[in-house]
C-alpha cells in the first residue's frame, strides 16, 4: 500500500501532522497535535500566520506548553547526558497537569509559585519541586532560546527561600546493627553494601558497574556515569577486588552485581529496607538495642573512616566522592578529632590510600 501523501509544508510522526515551512528562511517544525488533516491543515494556517507576524512584527502566537517540550525534548535528547534527560522527563510528566493547558507565554512566576504549593499540598517533598522546577526552567530557557519569551520566569523565583532544601543529618550506621541485618541477606546484596563502604560509591554507581570498569593493572575503578554523568577514576582496594571477584560472571552480561538472567541488580534499597524491618520488630520484641540505616550511609562511613586514617586530604575525598564543592565533603569533618581536622585540611595530609583498610586493621 502506498504512503499517504501529507498536504504540503505537514509531515507525519507516529499518526500525528507535524508543521514543517519557512518564514524569512529560517525553517519551523511544530507538531499539530491531531491526527486530522482537515484539522491540521487549519492549525497550520494559524500557525503560520503567527510566525509570519512574529517575522515581520516582532508580535509572538502562544505556543502551547506540550508543543515547547516537544521542542525543548529533541535539542535536549542530543545535549543532555541519558540519567540527566530521564530524570527531567520524569518531572516534566508529573506536572503535566499543571501546565499542559496553559500557553509557554501563560507560564509565568506566580503560576510556578502555585504549582509549588499544589505539590506541596499533595505531599510531594522539596528536594522533588526544586527537580521538577529545574526541568520546566530548561523548557523554559529553550522557549526563550526560540524567541516564544522574553525570559525564564524560574529565573526569578528565589528557589532556596520558597523550595528549601533540607539538610539531612549523617548518622553513621552503628556495627552492632550492622552485623544483625547483614546476617539476614542474600550474599549478593551483603556484598553490594561490602563494596560500598569499602568504595564510597553511590548504590546507583556501585549497581551499575561493569567488569570493564575496574582495571587490576591500574588498580583502579572508572566510574562511568556518576553524579550529573560525570566520569571520575577512584582507587581498587584489595578488599573491593576480592568483593569483585567473588561475583559469579554472568556470559554476555557486563554487570559485576546482576540478578535474574543477568540484569542489572535492582530495588536494592527496599529489599534492604525490607530485612532491616524484620531486624526491627525482632529486637523491640526481645528488648535489644537497634539502629536502623540506609545503603547510602554506607558512603558515609567510608567518607569518615578515609579522613580518620589519613589515606587523604579533605579535597582528595571530594574527588574519590564526586562531590561538586568542598562545602558538601567539610560535613564529614564534625566526625574527626581536631588533630584530624588538621591533617585533613592539609594539602599533605597523612597518605595511607596504597594501604586497604582491611590491611591496616590486620597490622593494628
Sequence with gaps: MPKKACPKNTYLRD?????????????????????????????????????????????????????????????????????????????????????????????????????????????????????????????????????????????????????????????????????????RLPDRIRDLCEFTRETGLRLDEATSLRHAAIDRLERTITVEKGKGDKVRVVPLTAAAEAIADRQPRYIGKPWVFWQGKGERIVGVSSRLGGFMRRVAQKAAREGTEFHPFSHHDFRHLFAVEYLRSGRGSIYDLQGELGHGTITVTERYLAFLTPDQVKAAKSLVAQRGAQTPRSEAASTA
Excluded at 94 to 105: F, G, I, M, N, P
Excluded at 139 to 164: F, H, K, Q, T, Y
Design 15 to 183: 499518526g500525528i501532522y507535524w508543521a514543517r515551512f519557512k518564514v524569512g528562511g529560517v525553517e519551523y517544525r511544530q507538531s499539530l497535535r491531531t491526527r486530522s488533516e482537515r484539522v491540521a491543515l487549519k492549525r497550520l494556517a494559524v500557525l503560520r500566520e503567527q510566525v509570519e507576524d512574529q517575522a515581520v512584527y516582532g508580535i509572538a502566537g502562544p505556543v502551547g506548553w506540550p508543543d515547547a517540550v516537544v521542542s525543548w525534548s529533541e535539542r535536549a535528547s542530543g545535549s543532555l547526558g541519558e540519567r540527566s534527560y530521564s530524570r527531567y522527563l520524569c518531572s516534566l510528566r508529573q506536572v503535566r497537569a499543571h501546565l499542559d493547558s496553559l500557553s509557554v507565554q501563560e507560564v509565568t512566576a506566580e503560576v510556578l509559585k502555585e504549582l509549588i504549593k499544589t505539590r506541596r499540598r499533595a505531599g510531594v517533598k522539596n528536594a522533588t519541586i526544586r527537580r521538577d522546577l529545574t526541568a520546566i526552567s530548561s523548557v523554559l530557557d529553550n522557549a526563550a532560546d526560540e524567541g516564544w519569551i522574553s525570559d525564564n520566569p524560574v529565573a526569578g523565583l528565589n528557589r532556596r527561600r520558597i523550595v528549601p532544601e533540607k539538610t539531612v543529618r549523617i548518622v553513621l550506621p552503628q556495627d552492632a546493627s550492622v552485623a544483625l541485618v547483614f546476617e
